[in-house]
C-alpha cells in the first residue's frame, strides 16, 4: 500500500528527477538523491502514513514553518520556473494539498533545500547529516542512522 497520491513507490524516484529537471540537480549532482531519500526517511517512499495531524503533510512531510518559508522566500525566478513546466503557482496552494500530490511535495521539498546555502554532499552518510541539519531540525526525532538505513532500505 503506498499513499500520498503515489501509485508506486517507483515513481518517487522519477518525481524528483522531474522535479530537479526544472530546479536543478545542485552543485555536486546529487539533488535527486537527497530528495528519493528525504521521502524515504519521511515516509518509507510513500509506504508509512504518518498518523500526527497537522504536523508533515504528503511524501516528504513538509511541516507548516517550512511550508510557508517557501512560499515567503522562494525566488521569483523558481516560482516561475515551477509555473512554466508543472502549472501549480506555489503561492496559491496549501499545506493539505501536499497530502494527495507528490509531485507538489517533491516541489517544495526542492525548494525548501534551495533555501540552505550549502551545497547537498555527495553521499549518503553526508546527506543524512544535512537532512537532520537543514530538514529535521535538533528536534526532531530522526536520526542521521534511520536516515541511512531508510535511504538503503526505500530509496528506490
Known amino acids: 500500500m503506498v499513499y500520498y497520491g503515489l501509485a508506486s513507490p517507483g515513481h518517487v524516484r522519477e518525481y524528483a528527477r522531474r522535479v530537479c529537471d526544472v530546479l536543478g540537480n545542485g552543485v555536486n549532482a546529487t539533488a535527486i538523491n537527497m530528495l528519493v531519500e528525504t521521502a524515504a526517511q ?37 516560482v516561475g520556473k515551477v509555473f512554466e ?5 506555489i503561492h496559491t496552494v496549501t499545506h493539505e494539498q501536499l497530502d494527495h500530490s507528490p509531485m507538489l511535495s517533491m516541489i517544495f ?48
Open 109 to 156: 521539498c526542492r525548494l525548501h533545500y534551495i533555501l540552505v546555502p550549502e551545497p547537498f554532499p555527495r553521499d549518503v552518510v553526508g546527506r543524512a547529516y544535512y537532512w537532520k541539519a537543514h530538514y529535521n531540525s535538533e528536534a526532531g526525532h530522526g536520526t542521521p542512522q534511520q536516515y541511512i538505513e531508510n535511504a538503503r532500505r526505500y530509496a528506490v
Open 85 to 89: 513546466a508543472f502549472n501549480i503557482d
Open 42 to 78: 519521511e515516509t518509507h517512499g510513500g509506504r508509512y502514513r504518518d498518523p500526527t495531524a497537522g504536523a508533515g503533510r504528503g511524501l516528504c512531510q513538509i511541516d507548516p514553518i517550512a511550508f510557508e518559508d517557501v512560499q515567503a522566500r522562494t525566488r521569483e525566478e523558481n
